[in-house]
């Protein structure tokens, strides 16, 4: 459906001023809805209006045109759009049975001569919406699949489609010339959010900076914009065959007493993010702005040691061999939580995170990335950003009982934590108890926390060069 973007489009319908710039609401989800204006002198009744400023990429059933001042009552009785502009594949294949000139030049004694070749065009070559074929041309009654040079047209008149137009047949109830708003969906457009953290030699204390990145492969520059972007989960049909594409500030702002370069504010079931002032964005352009800047974020390092990870429960099982990996990296994690009392505390748009560190010579080294989903305020976000070198784990079965008559396993593991590390460390063992729902642990080497009906972790201390065990046995009963 196209609910939320047809709100908006009639809205800014309804408010825009006379002369206004365009200006675009960008989806990241390939799309966006344009507001634009058109100056039309029109007669009392039907008038005939050509349109050729709308992207290459704009969905023609969503076109809305009104007077944005509320004078003229404007009603588009007929609306023939039409996408296939001129180009050299194209005017060939109108010609197709037809005799044209071709101008061709050659060396003779060191000077260049040109020369117009007649020829028949047998086939074009041009498919519509397909692979080109090899134009086969007739000379001199010979047949070639080259073009014997360059293909000189005749007039075709005023019909010649130069790019996308609309040709509208307008009623309009009364005699007038202003500037009417046309507003439209259109394709080519898409926005990302991406986050740079920057943290000191030492500790858990960040700095955030976030960038929007829009992109538009539309086919139509927009000057002097006024952009927003919204962030959600919106619920848009995608027309079939479309190109791909190529895919309240926190804290302090900018710098010099700036103001913020981006706000954010809720709207219906999303974020709005609105930049500040008006921008030009080109046709096949990337734009980049900072939205959001926050200082000495906490953002703790947690290293976490999964031994099973990617085994999950599909029904009673009690193959001893069950869910034994070899895995021995212990997974370094960052998470924040974003609030203010964190520095932060705003609609946070999916992007990606890149982490980076200073080293003892004040140097920025990357330290690993990862990518966020749309994330709320007062929501904690933790990302995977890699492998602890300096950290070891180790899981083994050590004991493993079945009774198929009385219906128990007890099995027992024995998992082995390691820190090469010269500073102390805390690592979270991570254990699957997927064998059966009904499950007690009659055993245990360390407290653990049961993080849902099937997990539970330990919290366990490590320090320098020690090497901690930790046992559990776990009773199954069905």
């Known amino acids: 459906m196209k609910t939320l973007a047809s709100a908006i489009l009639l809205c800014a319908a309804a408010t825009v001023a006379a002369d206004a710039p365009p200006a675009l609401t960008i989806y990241n989800q390939d799309f966006a809805v344009v507001r634009d204006t058109v100056p039309l002198d029109l007669k009392a009744g039907p008038n005939a209006v050509r349109y050729a400023d709308a992207t290459a990429q704009v969905e023609p059933d969503s076109v809305i045109l009104r007077d944005p001042a509320g004078r003229h009552s404007l009603q588009i009785l007929e609306q023939n759009y039409r996408n296939d502009p001129v180009s050299q594949e194209l005017l060939l294949s109108l010609f197709e049975g037809k005799t044209i000139d071709f101008q061709s030049e050659r ?32 000379v001199r ?11 000189l047209f005749p007039n075709l008149g005023d019909d ?72 959600g989960d919106v619920n848009k049909i995608q027309p079939q065959n479309r190109p791909m594409m190529f895919r309240a500030m926190a804290g302090g702002s900018g710098g010099g007493g700036a103001g913020p370069v981006v706000t954010e504010k809720s709207f219906d079931e999303f974020h709005l993010y ?24 906490l953002a703790p390092t947690i290293y976490v ?19 034994l990996t070899d895995n021995k990296k212990v997974l370094v994690q960052r998470e924040f939580k974003n609030a203010e009392t964190n520095q932060l505390g705003i609609a946070l748009p999916a ?76 690592i979270r063992v991570v254990e699957h108890l997927y064998r059966w729902s009904n499950w007690n642990i009659t055993a245990k ?17 490590v320090k320098p060069d020690e090497e901690r065990i930790v046992t559990y046995t776990v009773h199954y009963s069905w």
């Open 107 to 138: 060396l003779k004694d060191n000077t260049t001569v040109r020369e117009l070749i007649p020829g028949k065009i047998i086939r074009s070559g041009y498919v519509p919406g397909g692979a080109a074929q090899q134009p086969i041309i007739e």
């Open 141 to 151: 009654e010979k047949m070639q699949f080259t073009l014997p040079g360059q293909p």
């Open 160 to 231: 010649t489609i130069l790019k996308p137009a609309f040709n509208w047949l307008l009623q309009s109830d009364q005699p007038g010339k202003f500037d009417a708003e046309v507003g439209y969906l259109t394709g080519g457009f898409d926005w990302s959010a991406s986050y740079n953290l920057v943290s000191p030699e030492k500790g858990d204390i960040v700095d955030l900076v976030g960038w929007i990145t829009m992109n538009n492969q539309s086919g139509k520059t927009f000057e002097n914009a006024k952009i927003k972007l919204l962030a």
């Open 274 to 297: 609105d930049v500040a002032r008006p921008t030009t964005l080109h046709d096949h352009e990337t734009k980049q702005v900072e939205f959001v800047h926050a200082e000495k974020m």
């Open 305 to 323: 040691y999964d031994g099973a990870a990617g085994y999950r429960f599909y029904g009673l099982n009690y193959d001893q061999g069950w869910g």
């Open 351 to 426: 992007g990606k995170l890149r982490f980076y560190r200073r080293d003892d010579g004040g140097q920025l080294q990357f330290v690993g990335e990862n990518q966020i989903d749309h994330t709320p305020r007062n929501e904690t976000v933790r990302v995977t950003t890699g492998n602890a070198f300096d950290l070891v784990g180790e899981r083994k079965q050590t004991n493993f009982r079945v009774d198929t008559g009385d219906k128990w396993i007890d099995e027992t593991f024995e998992i082995k934590l390691r820190n090469r590390k010269k500073e102390p460390v805390e």
């Open 445 to 461: 080497s360390d407290d653990f926390v049961k993080k849902d009906a099937q997990t539970i972790e330990f919290r366990v201390p």
